[in-house]
């Protein structure tokens, strides 16, 4: 298949799906359409989202990376790579991006620029991502190329059963497979109200479902969706109450367990024993010293602390009255909701100030801070330090050790 061929298959795949396309020819120079295709790994310069093709694979793949982004790769008998994507399977809003830059997995630096791409990436679900697949598969395998279609005549032979197309369908899904995402908020929930028991019960109904192919070996793809669990259990518990370092030093150490494992039966019950640990630091953290609704309240906090929060949209989240619901909050946790919300901005900020290399101005504006110097006042007023000298003394700690 000579190259205007095969760009003509790009235009035409393009065109009838909306979906991004590269090709790879070797030692050729790239083509794509658009000629930019925006995705997260271009934008963080993190190439390790940017997903490779299984090895002697020759049907078409289906990648779903931690960033939520979506592509199809394929390679033609004559060894060119076609990556397709990204594409989305359901919106992701602002709150979500910032999830997933607090998780560690975006970096602070590049949220507008991501909240942007997002918005503009199209959207497929699972049903219309493989017929797409489908499409690229049938485009792409046959020694006929496009352009000689007219003279193959019309096929009069039995038609295939509809339970092909199904089978198929259902094998292809169980590649890029992930939990509803409704059935991880709740176990997210249980797991911030310190229910041990409820959040294993969810556990087991996700478990029945097939696991997401997140890496070309089964080992390092159960590492992953393990790691990806653990992930949003520490945010969970943060969420919960318990302080950031602590639910992130716990994350660090399950993390590690989950990388020394040698085979996968070391791993088995692993995701049980990580909520069993999370949900014991939040019950220590928690108690039950707060009412169900002021839980509901600093779990909503804890979801949008890198977003702007205001009293009446607290209150529409949990259906009561703002001002009833403002005073309630300063009885039990003894103070002003204004001055909770800052007191968790800077307790996180603190962990990114410690751990990570971000500038601090970009980690001041990533939790709504409108100026530096505000950032740093509060940070002084919370921890006694500036965030500076809070980096400066952790780093000679961690050299001299």
Not at 21 to 41: G, H, K, Q, R
Not at 70 to 80: A, I, N, P
Not at 215 to 241: D, E, H, Q, V, Y
Request: with cysteine.
């Amino acid at each position: 298949m000579n190259t205007e061929t095969r760009v003509h298959m790009l235009r035409t795949f393009h065109y009838a799906t909306g979906i991004p396309i590269e090709m790879f020819p070797e030692n050729e120079p790239s083509y794509c359409l658009p000629d930019v295709i925006p995705c997260v790994a271009r934008i963080t310069g993190d190439t390790s989202l940017i997903p490779l093709p299984y090895p002697n694979d020759r049907s078409v793949q289906y990648h779903s990376t931690p960033v939520n982004e979506s592509f199809l790769l394929f390679t033609t008998k004559d060894g060119v790579l076609l990556r397709a994507g990204p594409v989305l399977q359901s919106s992701i809003p602002s709150e979500k991006i910032g999830q997933m830059i607090r998780a560690g997995l975006l970096p602070f630096r590049c949220k507008a620029e991501l909240s942007a791409h997002y918005a503009t990436c199209p959207i497929l679900d699972e049903r219309h991502l493989f017929y797409s697949g489908k499409l690229l598969e049938t485009l792409f395998s046959s020694e006929r190329s496009l352009l000689d279609t007219a003279e193959v005549q019309p096929d009069t032979g039995t038609p295939i059963d509809d339970g092909y197309y199904t089978q198929t369908l259902d094998y292809r899904t169980r590649q890029f497979q992930h939990a509803p995402y409704t059935i991880e908020l709740e176990i997210c929930r249980m797991i911030a109200n310190g229910d041990t028991l409820s959040s294993q019960h969810i556990l087991r109904d996700i478990n029945r479902m097939p696991r997401a192919k997140l890496a070309n070996t089964p080992i390092r793809s159960l590492k992953n969706s393990l790691i990806c669990s653990c992930t949003f259990m520490a945010r969970a518990a943060i969420s919960g109450g318990v302080k950031p370092d602590e639910a992130f030093t716990l994350s660090d150490a399950y993390i590690q367990k989950i990388e020394s494992a040698p085979t996968a039966n070391h791993l088995a019950g692993f995701e049980a024993e990580m909520i069993k640990g999370f949900t014991t630091h939040v019950q220590a953290a928690r108690g039950s010293r707060y009412s169900t609704m002021i839980r509901q309240v600093i779990e909503y906090i804890d979801t949008h602390l890198s977003e702007p929060i205001t009293l009446d949209e607290i209150a529409s989240a949990v259906y009561h009255n703002a001002n009833y619901l403002s005073g309630l909050f300063k009885r039990e946790t003894g103070e002003p909701m204004r001055r909770y919300i800052i007191k968790r901005r800077i307790e996180e900020a603190e962990y990114f100030v410690r751990h990570s290399n971000d500038p601090i101005a970009d980690i001041a504006t990533f939790y709504q801070f409108c100026s530096q110097s505000h950032f740093v006042q509060c940070f002084r007023r919370q921890t006694g330090q500036t965030p500076s000298a809070c980096r400066n003394r952790h780093s000679s700690s961690v050299s001299d050790e």
